[in-house]
């Protein structure tokens, strides 16, 4: 789309909230943000006035924009938020491999209240966390068995009474199911627990200290070690509680290093006035204002994490608007705090420093992780000739032994980086035999055919589609990409014996120093479809009689069957065995070992 074309659309944006979208000249969604009054925050973009690298990076990059009208600001907040999880585009922070970390949850709904271990958190009890190292959560619930005696199971308590289990006949609970204890006894009990799990150790460790003496005298040893590390872990615990703090407060920390181009953000948290733990992430610095990307990288962080009650931080951004949008999101009011003095202030410098070191320190794996993703990427465009840059890269394997349980992957990697969450895998439906070039044909066949159809939107078009394979999987996938109209996308073949690369513009495979960033990032790939395939297959194989799969196997009659079944255990363990393991088996001797062993290895 051409300037003038810009300056049209720029004239025609609406006086409203909402959110813009900026494409490249491909149409890929290249970043997203929200705009208070979209008329003049799009503008900016296109004036002549100095920017940062980043934006002016992006800006050359634009060949078109498009918009969403939203109601209010927060819903435009929302919807942002929501549009860069879905095109992860490349010029907005992203938090990737978000890593959600366990609860406990106190089922204070129901009747007789169970104590459970959970990564979600939703509005349906009291939940005590997150629990981020250092302290295993299974631990506290363990505390709560042995001194409070609230039950973790799930059975439901009913009418009639139900025969008490051994955590009844071991000390560990009151068996309400079986009618043993009154509602008011269990009620205390569950408040008990309530107040150890926020933070009130005391009592705890009292009573494990008494039940672990008097193990101790008994010479039940290994009851008395269990307690005593029991009680060394609420020693651990009563050590990170900020005592200039008071025991309810939750807090989280945050705090953001940058040098202009790559970025790191690192998180306290606090819960009940104890140290929890910490986090640093290192996201790619994003196009927008410091204040701008941190707010976007929250709202992302919050999507799966539960608010604390009161967010502490120094950088500053629209705090209305991102305090409307908790509100909505955790359905209660939070707080937002920028402290000058006292403990929160202590507690956002050790955030600061923790950025800080971990920038300085992270720098070099920062670029080496560069070199092997998007720099290898652009690398790749150059040396194989693509049509474009390949952000999305497909990667297709086929995996069989002898044509039995045939099956194929699609791995997909997106800026050199494995992206699993649009892994997918195929079985082979119409193929007879080991034909590895007819089930590429077919994987591909059904893959390329949901482009231009409503299933695009969940598969989208590749740049790249690279086959484990040489030129006569190559030939035999062009042929598919001939018949369905797509000269759009590059293709390529990486051969493992020699690690050469086949394409559609020289009959000579293109061939890369072995330490080049761009064929690690094709082998990278490769292995990963490779891998991914393997497993399916194996999952699939494991299902079948071990009988069938072993008497595909010359010399492998059925007494020689049973011994190596009584031997290993399973499908999977005879499948991963040593030459030297399977010779051991009874009736197996070194070469027919060698005959098993090469069947598998065919995988």
């Known amino acids: 789309m051409g300037e003038s074309v810009i300056r049209e659309k720029l004239k025609l944006l609406p006086d409203s909230p909402g959110v813009y979208i900026m494409l490249d000249e491909e149409g890929a969604v290249i970043y997203v943000g929200k705009a ?46 929501t549009l860069i999880k879905k095109y992860k585009p490349k010029y907005n922070i992203l938090l990737k491999d ?61 009418e009639k009474p139900k025969k008490p289990c051994l955590e009844y006949h071991l000390g560990r609970c009151l068996a309400p199911c079986a009618h043993l204890c009154t509602r008011e006894e269990y009620a205390h009990r569950v408040e008990k627990a309530l107040s150890f799990l926020s933070g009130n150790y005391e009592e705890a460790e009292a009573v494990l200290q008494e039940k672990m003496t008097a193990f101790a005298e008994e010479e039940q040893f290994e009851l008395a070690l269990d307690l005593r590390n029991k009680i060394d872990m609420l ?18 920390v945050w705090a953001y290093a940058s040098n202009g181009l790559y970025a790191t953000i690192s998180l306290l948290v606090v819960r009940r006035g104890v140290m929890q733990g910490s986090r640093v992430f290192t996201p790619e610095e994003g196009a927008g204002e410091r204040g701008e ?67 300085d320190k992270a720098i070099s794996s920062i670029e080496h992780k560069n070199d092997m993703t998007v720099r290898a990427c652009e690398r790749l465009q150059g040396l194989l000739h693509l049509k474009r840059y390949p952000r999305r890269m497909e990667c297709y394997d086929i995996s069989d032994i002898s044509g039995v349980d045939k099956v194929g992957s699609m791995v997909v990697f997106t800026d050199g980086e494995a992206d699993k969450y649009e892994y997918r895998r195929f079985r082979i439906k119409t193929v007879e035999g080991a034909n590895d070039f007819a089930s590429l044909q077919e994987v591909l066949s059904r893959r390329l055919k949901k482009l231009g159809t409503d299933e695009e939107e969940r598969f989208p078009r590749p740049q790249l589609v690279v086959i484990d394979g040489g030129k006569g999987q190559l030939s035999a996938v062009k042929e598919i990409f001939d018949t369905l109209g797509c000269s759009d996308i590059d293709l390529v073949a990486l051969a493992k014996q020699h690690e050469e690369i086949y394409t559609l513009f020289s009959d000579e495979p293109v061939v890369l120093d072995r330490r080049d960033y761009a064929l690690k990032t094709l082998q990278r790939i490769r292995d990963e479809a490779h891998r ?56 197996i001797g070194e070469e027919l070992a060698k005959r098993i062993h090469a069947h598998f290895e065919k995988l």
């Not at 890593?99 to 939940?127: M, N």
């Not at 509680?241 to 025991?247: D, K, L, V």
């Not at 709202?299 to 409307?324: G, K, M, N, R, W």
């Open 293 to 359: 990307t941190l707010m976007s990288f929250l709202t992302q962080y919050y999507q799966s994490h539960e608010f604390p009650h009161e967010i502490v931080l120094e950088e500053e951004f629209d705090d209305a608007l991102f305090l409307e949008y908790a509100k909505t999101q955790a359905g209660r009011k939070v707080e937002l705090t920028r402290p000058k003095l006292g403990a929160k202030k202590e507690l956002l410098d050790m955030a600061k420093g923790n950025a800080s070191e971990y920038l």
């Open 98 to 158: 978000d890593k959600t970390y366990p609860y406990i949850k106190v089922h204070t709904r129901e009747e007789f209240p169970r104590i459970s271990i959970t990564r979600k958190v939703k509005k349906d009890g009291r939940y005590f966390g997150p629990f981020m190292g250092g302290v295993n959560c299974k631990d506290l619930v363990d505390v709560c068995a042995k001194v409070y005696n609230v039950r973790v199971c799930g059975v439901s308590v009913a």
């Open 532 to 587: 991914f395939a393997v497993t399916y297959f194996r999952n699939l194989h494991s299902k079948r009689n071990l009988s069938s799969v072993l008497e595909e196997i010359e010399g492998v009659g059925k007494k020689k069957r049973l011994a190596l079944m009584e031997k290993f255990g399973t499908i999977d363990k005879i499948m991963h065995a040593s030459e030297k393991e399977l010779s051991e088996v009874e009736g």
């Open 36 to 81: 208070r009054i979209l008329k003049n925050r799009v503008r900016q973009y296109f004036h002549t006035s100095e920017k940062p690298v980043k934006v002016q990076a992006m800006v050359e990059n634009i060949a078109d924009f498009s918009y969403i009208v939203t109601p209010s600001e927060v819903d435009a907040l929302a919807l942002e938020n």
């Open 235 to 252: 020693s651990k615990l009563k050590l990170r509680r900020i005592t200039s703090m008071p025991r309810d407060l939750d807090l989280d």
